[in-house]
């Protein structure tokens, strides 16, 4: 999987900045995917309820997103880690006091 996300950040960062956006009928009779003012992305030749749907989804899912998203998911991961750490010395910790325990009990007749 890492060197998929690999994958994905380097072709968001060779990609064309944006941020993206798609025109709005009646701007064209065709979707059009737009970097900035005037960079064209993308121009569709078709159109219909599928062809919009798919140019939206491309101007939504732009570099910029992309690379948010794997930041996120850096963040999230790091957090993870973290937090798996703290388990493992918090089990460790309980696995102690039960030893402890146990020797108590094992030494002690009070009960």
Do not use: C, Q
């Not at 009646?26 to 569709?44: C, E, W």
């Amino acid at each position: 999987m890492s060197n998929d996300i690999e994958k994905l950040r380097e072709v968001a960062e060779r990609a064309t900045p944006g941020p993206w956006h798609r025109n709005i009928p009646p701007a064209s009779h065709y979707p059009t995917i737009f970097a900035g003012r005037n960079t064209h992305v993308l121009h569709l030749t078709a159109t219909n309820k599928d062809v919009e749907a798919n140019a939206e989804f491309v101007a939504t899912f732009n570099p910029a997103t992309v690379l948010a998203l794997l930041a996120e998911l850096a963040a999230l991961r790091k957090e993870n880690e973290g937090l798996r750490d703290e388990l493992h010395d918090a089990n460790d910790a309980y696995a102690s006091v039960l030893r402890e325990l146990h020797s108590y009990k094992g030494s002690s007749n009070d009960y």
